[in-house]
């Protein structure tokens, strides 16, 4: 996500002298892409997702109301922050500008320095309103996405999963006697050990895809979209072994003498019927069960049962 550097503008005129002004002027504080036509217009926008994109109007063919409406109809434009630069300089026209969403209307001819300055605002309005996002999706103590931010991604990549017949695996994985350890330690050895359980869980995920969320206190789910079982297993049962090879010390452990975790994963087949919270539940069974086996290992439910191993050669 864009929450620092340089925000990209896209400017969108059929004239090739306002083109050349409004880049130059924006040129030295911002990242400035140029079309001539709606339809470059929507392929700028659709492939280098701007931050703002300044429309004119009155274009041939496709006008800047029909580029509004389809950037509007497409998730991943919908809402991109636009500014109107048109001719049409009567309130009326203003005002169906602002009614269909854009952020802002200036019209032609542009003074400079207003120019830049309205361009200024809806750009830092943009860097608020992905901080809050970004805020509203990340847990605070381990930089992890959130349980709601989760809940939100699960469905999404359910249904796709369920569309494209596709696998999908998930894993519950749980700190061993944590309660001992900041009973032992305290309270604030707990949270840092938290968060590098954390970062250890952010290294070992590679692809795009994947999604690792603090579900609970000291439990963190791993979802891995288009992943066979076999695969998704080795790779917490890798994170599990990291984890221990920190070696984040835990006297108080009846597990071993350093922090460890347990984990439980399930894997929707491509052709499986599971819902959500049946595949949710399919891990937490061998969380828990992982648990009762003695923790310190990887329990993971699979067509084949030879796939289930004990991760405790670290312990
Ligand atoms: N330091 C810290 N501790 C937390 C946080 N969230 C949950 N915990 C602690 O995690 C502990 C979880 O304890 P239990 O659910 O009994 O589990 P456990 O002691 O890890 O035992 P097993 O899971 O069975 O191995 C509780 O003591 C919680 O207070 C947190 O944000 N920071």
Redesign the pocket.
Known sequence: MNLVGTQKVLVADDDTVNRQVLAELLKPEYTVLLAKNGEQALERATRHLPDLILLDVMMPDMDGYQVLRSLRADEQTANIAVIFISGLGRPEDEAIGLKMGAADYIAKPFNETVVMARVAMQLQMVRQRRMLEHLAHVDG?TELANRRRFDEVYETEWQRSRRNGRPLSLALL???????Y?DHYG?PA??RA?RAVARAVSAGLRRPADLAARYG??EVVLLMPDTEAAQAQQVVSAICCAIAALQIQHEASSVAPMLTV?AGGATLSGAGKESCSELFAAADTLLYQA?KEG?NRVLWRAAAPELQTQAGAHS
């Open positions: 103590l749980d700190i061993d006697s944590f309660k001992q900041n309270h707990g949270d938290l206190g000291e347990s648990k923790r």
